[in-house]
């Protein structure tokens, strides 16, 4: 068997310059980096509130390691919730407003995984052109057709809308905060647009989480939109520190997500340090809103500084 396909394929993104590595960086994420044995700023994580490294997730990981233990076992279909499942998924439901919620690996598989439950090949998934690759993979693996609209722009989203044939099931998914432009989604626009045509709305609150009044629960939450929206997710590997992500939304949401999503249902569950650090950071978020304002000085004051030096900002309303 010929293996020239890997080398070819390496020099072609060479050429393109596409090719992409990844830096070593010593120590923890902080403030600071070493890079490549180098001391520098770091100005692109998503440890927004600076959890990453918190004594309280640190304190959270070792205790549930000693209590619970290092694995989960298998997946929660056959070896069941643990304890911490079912803590954090009540923390996350009582953060967010919702009825219920369910905790997934990564914002990744949750997307994959949750927009094929809610659409199929006779339906339509109307999806903002800046979307995260996860959830355009989302869309894709669901078989609807897929109507990617401008970003942000509701004259198409309605063009989309009105064209979708009247008997298909129709999901609209955007991002709240979205994530390469630092721009938030019109969200009580895409909601009444959603009720006018008969559609439903998921939120995909990655970056939000943690950072909007009150308590950091997110856009949608900010807005009062949450009885309007069918499906909020976010992760917790950002603003909340750790890894992992969460679905928020109603107790049939929830069990027809434990029935159907194959990226819950065929996956090891999280393990308990994991857990026990996004149950911390949850607590911390509500407690210590000083995190959320020291966040919007800085980027407020990193954008003074570069608008001073000239360059554009584009339209991020955000530490994005
Ligand atoms: C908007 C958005 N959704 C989903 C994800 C995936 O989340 P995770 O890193 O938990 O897989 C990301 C980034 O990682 C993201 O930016």
Redesign the pocket.
């Known amino acids: 068997m010929t293996v020239d396909f890997i080398q070819d394929q390496l020099q072609s993104l060479r050429k393109a310059s596409l090719y992409r590595r990844v830096r070593s960086v010593a120590g923890e994420q902080d403030a600071i980096l070493t890079v490549d044995g180098r001391q520098v700023l770091n100005f692109c994580s998503?440890n927004y509130l600076g959890l990453a490294n918190h004594p309280a997730l640190r304190e959270a990981a070792k205790e549930a390691i000693d209590r619970y233990g290092c694995g989960s076992g298998a997946s929660r279909l056959i070896s069941g919730n643990m304890t911490l499942h079912e803590e954090l998924e009540s923390q996350i439901a009582e953060l967010k407003g919702t009825e219920a919620a369910l905790v997934f690996n990564?914002?990744?598989?949750?997307?994959t995984g949750v927009i094929p439950v809610l659409v199929g090949e006779a339906d339509v998934v109307l999806s903002d052109a800046l979307?995260?690759a996860?959830?355009i993979d989302g869309c894709r693996l669901s078989r609807a057709k897929i109507f990617v609209y401008r970003h942000c722009d509701m004259n198409e989203l309605e063009r989309g809308l009105k064209n979708s044939p009247p008997d298909s099931r129709k999901l609209i998914v955007t991002?709240s905060l979205f994530?390469m432009d630092g721009d938030e989604a019109p969200l009580a626009d895409i909601v009444s647009l959603a009720e006018e045509h008969g559609a439903v709305v998921m939120v995909?609150e990655?970056?939000a989480t943690g950072i909007y009044e009150p308590h950091g629960a997110g856009l949608v939450a900010k807005l009062g939109l949450g009885d309007r929206v069918l499906v909020q997710m976010g992760?917790?590997?950002?603003a909340l520190g750790g890894?992992?992500?969460y679905v928020a939304g109603s107790q049939g949401l929830r069990e027809l997500l434990i029935n159907r999503c194959r990226s819950f249902i065929f996956t090891t569950a999280l393990p308990p340090a994991v857990m026990a650090m996004a149950i911390a950071a949850i607590d911390l978020i509500k407690k210590e809103p000083e995190r959320r304002q020291a966040l919007r000085d800085n980027f407020q004051l990193l954008r003074g500084g570069l608008e001073l030096l000239g360059y554009s900002l584009g339209t991020s309303q955000s530490q994005i």
């Open positions: 998503n990564s914002g990744f598989q949750a997307n979307n995260h996860s959830i991002e994530s995909d990655a970056h992760t917790l590997g950002k890894f992992g992500a």
